[in-house]
């Protein structure tokens, strides 16, 4: 650009008066062609040189038609809604400048002041003949070369002005929300001004170059040098200011939890996690999120996350939209996410947004960091059970950038050093990677592409071994279509496996596998149609394809046959339309349909149950068989996603909310907690989708401007489907897994407060959630029943959950930090009795969940010490010195009674019954 | 250093938090016990019928006074008799057979009838051959392995239960051929107890005893998966190298019992429910439905 603009430059010393007499007049028509294509096609037809660059047009198409009219004027016509200005340089050439006007005469005193002239430099504005050329210094640009360069408007020499207008608007990145109250300044003038409410501002600025800076409360300051040539817009795309942030709490939405229309949402910012307490020390945005109300864990063991008393498999985890099934490592004890590659997690627990659909209860929408354009960084750390490495590596400046993220588990290792006995048979090891590729292409394009997998490898006898893996791929292409119109457009790869190897000196040996993967694409647009209404719209289509079960024998020696289970496929769909609609100054909504709609298809065997029968397999009347892709059964139907927020006061609103769901993949586990060798299973002629319905209702309050945020809000959700097990079901290899399905009824409901302190040296929040969680089967065959067609409380039904999380900053340097939980015991089955039978005593059970386990109460504590801040060092250390489970209470995770030798045993586990120290070493470059 | 103390805590932190506690005693159901295996065997089968009871008891009360049968479907029916204990031992000698089923029909005291599902020989199958390996197990530990080889003969002979009976040489360690024998003993003689002691040689020689224990655990297999339906190295029993049983003299007797595929998963529900391989997951427990029911 620099260049072509110093070129036109040379052009404009070279030549003077150029004649136009006799000017020729043609006839010339376009249709629905983009500007460098019509030019090349009035070069072409009417036999003119132009010259240009093609990247000073958009891809936006024009039509036109014309007759009698000379090319100059025909040109101008073209170029009407572009920056971009013409010359006529020759006979049958033109020169196209962008932004800039090419002079003909060089301006007064251009070579110092003329020699027979008395008076001094006379004031420009006053000069009669064209304006000023604008001229820019090329050291001060190179100066701010890390700072974007912008030119705008096209100069005209026939309307000059001392100043011009720049308006636009600014909108947050990650939300897309318009930014109210962020003033636009600039930097070596001091003219500024400030966006409104719906982030518009208008600026009038003097031609030429301008230092322009962006300042907000929490938003990250931008800078940017725009070279000024006529009125002109200019839209900002300001970030969270997130390195401002020095604590747990989020300044930088103030207020948000009060005017977001939507309900039910929660963001973590990964960053701002780093402080509090965990296990091991290996920080863990899922955990946080359990301290959140509505968000509850069955216990330090369990797999998922339960929100708002729905099953796990009801959450969707998305890593930049692609789904990963499983994201934790080790039965849910460390995340299998890099937490230095992590940005936030934002959560739906309510009213989920259109755009998603298929899980019930709450989507984890986690984004990663954009990688640092400018300089190499890095982020590691060495814990007591994983090693931890991100890499930012800068591809093109100011453009684009690549995130590396890798983690390790040593634990293996260490237990093979320790060469204990005891611990010979059970190992345990994990890892995962990460890269994502960011690039902005320009600024209306903008990708990213994410590759993540990760790894468990764990056995408990010697003869087996268990290994699962998630994999997840996305590309997401985020367009800007006009300044109302945006899209992202994502196309995601997704797959969980784990297999089971067994090996002992037998002809038993095997290999067990399973496998689900699905595809998606999606696009979705958001369309500003006033300042009253949003529109977001799209359409999301999904490819499921399992792998139910495959085995095949291990070793020369074994005489497993190979076999493998029928694959099931399917096709889940969503069209979705939703509007922000801005009633009054207090009044908005968020409104909005999504259609939701799943085929299972062929290739399959179905088989099908006399109705008025219990379902096994005596009572199967007929298979039916299915070609590949033919339509086994379609289910689907309107989801309803509607929230409204009355704003009662400038900081106390109401909100309310209604939405219904559908959900067509489940998972199958016939253990308390999950496990992660729960297959997941889609629905088919027989096993119907998940469905649920949500009320919400909230009072949202800040106090003291915004240093406490206070809510409380309640729930109401009925569930219908939700599946269960028959007594002792078998699911790994079971080809008529319908036989020992169940499938019930759901209801949950909780009234759920959040106190958070966001300013100040003490910060943190208090969250308390009285819940209960029931599920009824019911049916009028007696082996399909529980607890004889009774509501009864699920295993993670959890009354009482209170949170507190603080930390405390004493100095820049050193900070504490607490984290205090405390939960009703979950419930469990308990035995009535006890009978002799085969040699021995064992236990029988009536109602399932009758009892409950202690309550669960845990203290953490921790210390963080940053380095010293010198700001040549090398790299920049932070210790993170913890302990969990200071109180050293065995918080029981489960109670189950054994047989041994003959006499029953009541046995208790817990999985961190002890205080446990440990120390992370950070370093950051 | 540093790295392996702490992973020392967290090994603890696992695996040591597995406690007993005491059961609390629940509001309980008497419920009858039936205990009943038919087979190929030409004997006097026997059914055992016991009670229900609280974790507090501490005994097994015995049925006694029902009434049982086994009622073949070619109309015949076989009575069977308490011997006592709670053990019924039919009335004649017989063998179920192929291609008949069998019902077993109990009328318990207070009037109510149960009926088991009609069920049938699902097939035979030998034991090929039992052997001691000397091996390690899978915690490394010195021992010996008893495996069993076997195949199956004919019908469906998928689905096998194991029950053996160990007998064992017992030499007292510290026996002595003479006793003492206490005569004269007067507490409450002053100043002290009198008496008068005297060595005498043993009567009964109880220097060498034999114990024979039944199995109580649940050992089962499937060969379902397998192309051979070939059963190798199947191990029954593992000693470890200082087990006391295997101090003399030993010997296991195994029977092998071809099953049907609901009896299979009953008992490895009933296995599966009453152990634990696994802190983290255990497996939902629930009322176990058996073949019988109150007709």
């Known amino acids: 650009m620099i260049r072509a603009f110093l070129c036109c430059l040379l052009f404009a010393v070279g030549i003077s008066g150029m004649a136009q007499e006799h000017e020729e007049r043609v006839d010339f028509e376009f249709d629905s062609l983009s500007i460098p294509e019509v030019l090349s096609k009035f070069s072409a037809t009417l036999d003119y040189k132009v010259f240009y660059l093609e990247s000073w047009f958009t891809e936006d198409r024009i039509s036109g038609r014309y007759a009698d009219i000379t090319p100059q004027d025909l040109l101008s016509a073209i170029l009407k809604d572009t920056p971009v200005s013409q010359y006529r340089y020759g006979p049958r050439t033109f020169v196209l400048t962008a932004n800039s006007q090419i002079y003909e005469q060089l301006p007064d005193g251009f070579f110092g002041r003329p020699s027979d002239s008395t008076s001094p430099i006379s004031s420009t504005t006053e000069r009669p003949g064209p304006p000023a050329p604008v001229f820019v210094n090329q050291q001060e640009l190179q100066n701010n070369a890390q700072v974007e360069t912008i030119r705008i408007g096209r100069q005209e020499l026939s309307n000059p002005a001392s100043t011009y207008l720049l308006t636009g608007y600014v909108q947050e990145r990650a939300s897309g929300r318009a930014v109210a109250d962020l003033v636009i300044y600039e930097k070596n003038r001091g003219l500024g001004t400030a966006t409104d409410i719906n982030g518009y501002y208008e600026l009038r600025l003097p031609p030429g170059l301008n230092l322009l800076e962006s300042r907000s409360i929490g938003k990250e300051a931008v800078q940017k040098q725009v070279i000024l040539y006529n009125d002109g817009t200019l839209d900002w795309l300001v970030e969270e200011g997130v390195e401002e942030l020095e604590e747990v709490v989020v300044e930088a939405r103030q207020d948000s939890n009060v005017e977001e229309v939507i309900t039910g949402t929660q963001i973590i910012n990964a960053e701002e996690s780093k402080d509090i307490p965990l296990v091991l020390g290996e920080r863990n945005i899922l955990d946080i999120a359990a301290t959140l109300p509505g968000i509850s864990k069955a216990g330090e063991g369990a797999l998922g996350l339960n929100v708002r008393g729905g099953r796990t498999d009801q959450n969707m985890f998305l890593l930049n939209k692609a789904i990963v099934y499983n994201p934790t490592h080790f039965f849910g004890i460390f995340q299998a996410l890099n937490p230095f590659v992590t940005e936030q997690v934002e959560i739906y627990k309510g009213v989920i947004p259109v755009e998603y659909g298929g899980r019930l209860s709450a989507v984890f929408d986690i984004k990663t960091k954009d990688g640092s354009t400018d300089d190499l960084k890095g982020e590691g750390s060495i814990g007591p059970v994983t090693a931890n490495m991100a890499l930012e590596i800068p591809i093109a400046k100011d453009r684009s950038s690549l995130v590396l993220g890798g983690r390790v588990a040593y634990s293996d290792w260490i237990l093979r050093v320790l060469e204990n006995e005891d611990l010979n048979s059970s190992t345990a090891s994990f890892y995962d990677l990460i890269g994502t590729y960011t690039d902005r292409l320009n600024e209306n394009n903008r990708l990213k592409a994410t590759a993540y997998y990760s790894k468990d490898r764990f056995s408990i006898t010697a003869d087996s071994t268990f290994r699962y893996s998630n994999r997840a791929a996305s590309v997401e292409w985020d367009h800007r279509f006009s300044d109302q119109n945006t899209g992202s457009f994502t196309l995601t790869n997704s797959r969980y496996a784990f297999d089971i190897g067994y090996e002992a000196q037998s002809n038993t040996n095997f290999n067990l596998g399973y496998s689900v993967e699905e595809t998606e694409l999606r696009g979705v647009i958001r369309h500003r149609l006033s300042d009253q209404h949003r529109l977001t719209y799209g359409l999301a289509g999904k490819y499921y394809g399992v792998r139910p079960g495959t085995l095949e024998p291990l070793g020369q020696d074994s005489d497993v046959v190979p076999q493998e289970l029928g694959r099931e496929q399917g096709l889940e769909g969503g069209v979705f339309l939703s509007d922000d609609w801005v009633v009054s100054e207090r009044l908005s909504l968020s409104a909005g349909l999504r259609l939701s709609v799943f085929a299972a298809l062929g290739p399959s065997d179905q088989r099908e149950y006399a109705p008025d029968q219990p379902r096994n397999p005596a009572t199967v009347i007929d298979t039916l068989s299915y070609g590949s892709g033919e339509v086994i059964k379609t289910y689907g139907g309107p989801e309803v996603r509607f929230s409204t927020r009355y704003l009662l006061g400038p900081e106390f609103s109401v909100k309310a909310g209604f939405s219904n769901m559908y959900q067509y993949i489940h998972t199958l586990t016939n253990t308390t907690s999950v496990s992660p060798i729960d297959t997941w299973k889609l629905s088919d002629l027989n096993i119907r989708p998940q469905t649920s319905q949500q009320v919400t209702l909230g009072f949202f309050r800040n106090l003291n401007e915004g240093m406490f945020e206070l809510s409380l809000e309640g729930y109401y959700k009925w569930s219908q489907d939700v599946l269960d097990f028959k007594t002792g079901a078998q699911i790994l290899l079971n080809d008529a897994i319908e036989t020992e399905v169940i499938q019930g009824d759901g209801k949950a409901y909780g009234v759920e407060f959040l106190l958070k302190k966001t300013i100040g040296r003490l910060n943190g929040w208090l969250g308390y959630t009285y819940s209960r969680s029931l599920i009824r089967f019911d049916s009028p065959f007696p082996e399909e029943q529980v607890n004889n067609g009774e509501f009864f409380p699920s295993n993670y039904d959890q009354p009482h959950n209170l949170s507190l999380v603080a930390n405390y900053k004493f100095t820049q340097r050193y900070s504490a930090s607490l984290n205090f939980s405390y939960q009703t015991g979950r419930p469990v089955t308990y035995p009535i009795g006890q009978f002799n039978f085969n040699n021995a005593d064992y236990v029988f059970y009536s109602d399932r969940n009758s009892q409950r386990i202690p309550d669960y109460i845990r203290l953490d504590l921790g210390i963080n010490i940053e380095g010293n801040h010198r700001k040549n060092k090398l790299a920049h250390s932070f210790w993170t010195i913890s302990v969990y489970n200071v109180l050293g209470r065995a918080n029981p995770y489960s109670l189950f009674f054994v047989t041994e030798d003959g006499e029953v045993k009541a046995l208790q586990t817990s999985i961190f019954g002890i205080p446990i120290p440990s120390i992370t070493y950070n370093f950051k470059f | ?295």
Request: with cysteine; charged share 20%; net charge negative.
């Open chain 2, 1 to 295: 250093m540093k790295k392996v103390f702490y992973i020392a805590v967290l090994l603890i932190g696992i695996v040591s938090c597995v406690e007993e506690v005491a059961i609390e005693e629940q509001e309980t159901a008497d419920l009858l016990v039936v205990e009943a295996t038919l087979t190929d065997e030409f004997k006097r089968h026997q059914v055992r019928l016991t009670r229900s009871f609280g974790f507090g008891a501490d005994s097994v009360p015995p049925e006694t006074r029902a009434q049982v049968s086994i009622q073949i479907n070619d109309g015949a029916t076989v009575p069977f008799s308490h011997t006592g204990d709670g053990i019924y031992i039919s009335d004649l000698e017989f063998a179920a057979e192929t291609g008949r089923s069998y019902e077993l029909i109990i009328a318990s005291p207070e009037g109510t009838v149960y009926r088991s599902s009609a069920e049938e020989l699902p097939g035979t199958a030998t034991i090929d051959e039992l052997y001691a390996v000397r091996e390690n197990n899978e915690n490394g530990t010195d021992g010996v392995f008893i495996y069993l080889d076997g195949s199956p003969e004919q019908g469906n002979a998928d689905y096998y239960r194991y029950e053996y009976e160990e007998t064992y040489k017992i030499i007292a360690p510290f026996w002595s051929p003479q006793d003492f024998l206490l005569t004269d003993y007067d507490p409450c003689a002053l100043p002290s107890i009198t008496y008068n002691l005297e060595i005498v040689p043993r009567e009964e020689e109880q220097q060498v005893c034999f114990q024979t224990v039944p199995s109580s655990r649940v050992l089962q297999n499937d060969v379902t998966t397998l192309s051979s339906s070939r059963i190798e190295r199947f191990p029954i029993r593992f000693l470890g190298a200082t087990d006391f049983m295997i101090s003399h003299r030993y010997s296991i007797l195994v029977r092998q019992y071809v099953q049907s595929p609901t009896a299979f998963s009953y008992f490895q529900s009933l296995e599966s429910f009453s152990s634990s391989e696994n802190v983290f997951n255990s497996v939902q427990p629930g009322f176990l439905t058996g073949n019988i029911q109150a007709a």
